[in-house]
């Protein structure tokens, strides 16, 4: 054999042995000490709060949020069961984990990872008939019928209203038309106003919107115009929970701000439980806007799901997560100013609800000392 034909030998063996080295490497950058269906069953019979932690929610509600999943369509595999495809899907919306990562989790391709995401995602939305809805107008919630600073007063309120930013992320050209006051991006186009969007779903009958009966209402913060269905602070007044030092001022409004204030910031601390609960929400990964869309809105429906069968786990937020600080509204004058103007239809109704919040601050005025 020439020294020619023994140099290519080598070469071919080298190439051989380069490539098989490779492979091997690739395989171990793709997969965890578990297989995707070891790593379901360590979490199902392992530590309670470890489940918790990792899905954000306890053993008992997954059981039987898969049960519901698959009432509505779900179904296992050939490679990936119901639990498992759940548990993927919770994986990324809890830790805001990319599909590669989950792929490397679960032992599992990318391609596997995002096609299921998006079939869970799309069944949980469609879930939101059941889970997302107005409240019982004619029952008085809980906070308000046991705590004497609220009733009677707010007997009426049905719930508060209020809007909180999430960040998308759209096509670079189409960044400077979806980049609100705040500075970065979120779905809708424009800086638009709290108040704007509240008007949008209330004329558009596609979303049904659940206007109160007309002695009921809904509590707004001074961003919304005080009308029927809505009632609102006083502006020019200290309103927030931080300014109740600061004494001066009409002292009647300002009990009735504070009072108000109070029982509205439920809205606050909701937000801060379910961005704290789903972190995809801080910051929704580079998907479809469609599909950002409806991560969103499949939050939203296992929240309720998990307001309603197991209330708010607390072990997965903290006090820092407990009030969505950056959608507070951050002062009294200011507020509102850009706020769309009303129709006549809806001045009429702004008087009508000012006399009402007129009355009801002389009644909490007059019965300060005995709450």
């Known amino acids: 054999m020439d020294p020619d034909e023994e140099l290519a030998i080598i070469i071919l063996v080298m190439d051989y042995f380069y490539r ?41 509600c997954f059981i039987r949020l898969c049960g519901l999943l698959q009432q509505n369509g779900v179904r296992n595999t050939r490679s990936l069961s119901v639990e498992e495809q759940v548990m993927m899907f919770l994986l990324v919306v809890g830790h805001g984990d990319s599909s590669r990562r989950s792929g490397y989790e679960w032992h599992h391709s990318t391609e596997t990872v995002s096609r299921h995401f998006n079939n869970i995602c799309s069944r949980i939305v469609g879930l939101a008939p059941q889970l997302i809805g107005p409240p019982d107008f004619n029952n008085i919630p809980p906070l308000i019928a046991n705590n004497s600073r609220y009733f009677p007063y ?40 709290d108040a704007r969007v509240l008007r949008e779903a209330m004329s558009d009958p596609a979303f049904s919107f659940p206007t109160p009966p007309r002695e009921k209402y809904f509590l707004v913060d001074a961003g919304y115009a005080n009308r029927r269905g ?34 509205r910031n439920a809205i606050e601390r909701t937000f801060g439980i379910w961005k704290s609960r789903f972190r995809i929400l801080r910051g929704v990964p580079h998907y479809p806007l469609r599909t950002q869309r409806d991560i969103i809105i499949a939050c939203a429906v296992l929240h309720n799901f998990l307001m309603m069968f197991d209330d708010v786990d607390v072990s997965v937020t903290t006090e820092e997560d407990a009030h969505d600080e950056d959608d507070m509204d951050q002062g009294g004058d200011t507020i509102g100013q850009d706020a769309a103007p009303l129709t006549q239809q809806e001045e009429g109704h702004q008087t009508e609800m000012g006399r009402f919040r007129e009355a009801l601050t002389e009644s909490m005025w007059a019965c300060r000392n005995q709450n």
Not at 157 to 173: K, L, N
Not at 235 to 263: C, M, Q
């Open 20 to 60: 098989k080295l490779r492979s091997a490497s690739r395989v171990s950058q793709q997969v965890s000490n578990f297989s995707g269906h070891n790593r379901m069953i360590d979490l199902l019979h392992g530590n309670d709060r470890h489940f918790v932690d990792i899905l954000r929610m306890p053993k008992s």
């Open 230 to 263: 809505f009632l609102s602070p006083y502006r020019g007044t200290n309103y927030h929970l931080r300014d109740r030092r600061r004494l001066g001022g009409d002292r009647k409004k300002e009990l009735f701000n504070y009072r108000h204030a109070s029982l």
């Open 154 to 193: 707010f007997r009426d309120c049905v719930g508060a209203i209020d809007g909180t930013h999430i960040p998308c992320i759209v096509d670079a050209h189409l960044q400077p038309a979806y980049r609100n006051r705040k500075g970065y991006t979120t779905g809708w186009e424009g800086s638009v106003h």
